[in-house]
């Protein structure tokens, strides 16, 4: 089965890696709305509730941030993950007792559509900027929950694909196609890289994370993306989407394994259409709070809700 997957791959990096330049197009204006209510159904205010929500990430080729709006609150302050996996913004305001609350944080995002420049890599100038930029994060090629890049059987699938190919560009165009041959798309509960090698079956996630895991264990670092993929649904409680990111000549490229079986989503390895908000990196949380000291503790019922809506579509 391997043997055939990678004689399968030979072919399919020879017919994919032919050089193609960077187009971007106009792209698509969208605003991203986090919702967040609380409900204080007790007789006593909260003072100082804190709530925090991840920002689109920036530095990607599917987007460009435009700017951050918000409901009035005490206190709005932006803070980074760790690991280099983006930003997230802080809020803080009082919850009269018995009343529902609800604020608004407004993500103004341009998003386009990309492909990666195979040609312009090798240009001394591109060399010299890779060259300029820092090393990734050295998390991003270590095994981590999910990405079992150093289990057995994965180090074996990312062995045959070094010596199948010796160029580093056709090495990762043959993990990002080794999902494509090995999983069958199912719906299901996250379960990883691991298990999409044994079972041969699993969504976005086990896409994404097989990808990375292979990567990982060639020694590039690679990372899972989390997405709002926009194409039919424009409300949402989470990101309804995985993809991944890998660090190839300077630059994190972005790849699609799970997207890229059907033509009609346009994308695939460093190409892509104006149809997603990367929302986060590294699958940190999307959002979390504080409760301040004694809440829980107090007869009746408080309660959070998330939702996210995609507004304000416009191609320009």
Same mark, same amino acid.
């Given at each position: 089965m391997v043997r055939q997957c990678i004689a399968f791959l030979m072919l399919m990096a020879g017919l994919a890696g032919d050089t193609f330049a960077d187009s971007s197009g106009k792209g698509t204006t969208v605003t991203l709305e986090a919702e967040i209510t609380v409900n204080n159904d007790t007789d006593t205010p909260i003072e100082g509730y804190v709530h925090r929500v991840a920002v689109p990430v920036e530095?990607?080729?599917q987007q460009k941030l435009l700017g951050i709006r918000h409901d009035d609150v005490a206190r709005f302050e932006r803070k980074s993950f760790k690991h280099e996996a983006g930003d997230y913004v802080e809020l803080e305001w009082d919850i009269p007792a018995n009343t529902t609350s609800t604020k608004i944080v407004y993500f103004d995002l341009l998003v386009k559509s990309y492909q990666f420049s195979q040609g312009a890599r090798n240009t001394e100038r591109g060399l010299q900027g890779a060259r300029a930029r820092q090393a990734p994060d050295s998390i991003y090629v270590k095994? &981590?929950?999910y990405i079992e890049s150093e289990d057995d059987e994965i180090v074996r699938?990312?062995?045959?694909?070094?010596?199948s190919f010796s160029d580093p560009e056709a090495q990762l165009r043959a993990a990002f196609l080794t999902p494509q041959q090995m999983i069958q798309y199912r719906r299901q509960s996250t379960r990883g890289a691991l298990y999409a090698v044994s079972a041969r079956q699993g969504d976005c996630t086990e896409y994404a994370a097989l990808f990375v895991a292979l990567a990982r264990a060639m020694g590039f670092p690679a990372r899972m993306t989390s997405e709002f993929l926009f194409t039919e649904h424009r409300e949402f409680s989470q990101p309804n989407h995985h993809a991944a990111e890998v660090y190839l000549n300077g630059r994190w490229i972005p790849v699609d394994a799970n997207l &890229?079986?059907?033509?009609?989503?346009?994308?695939?390895f460093g190409s892509g259409a104006h149809s997603k908000i990367v929302l986060n990196r590294?699958?940190?949380w999307v959002w979390s709070n504080l409760w301040p000291r004694g809440v829980s503790k107090r007869p009746g019922k408080v309660d959070v809700d998330m939702q996210w809506t995609i507004r304000d579509v416009r191609r320009k």
């Open positions: 530095g990607h080729m095994p &981590a929950k699938l990312a062995h045959h694909i070094q010596r &890229a079986l059907d033509p009609k989503f346009g994308y695939g590294n699958s940190v």
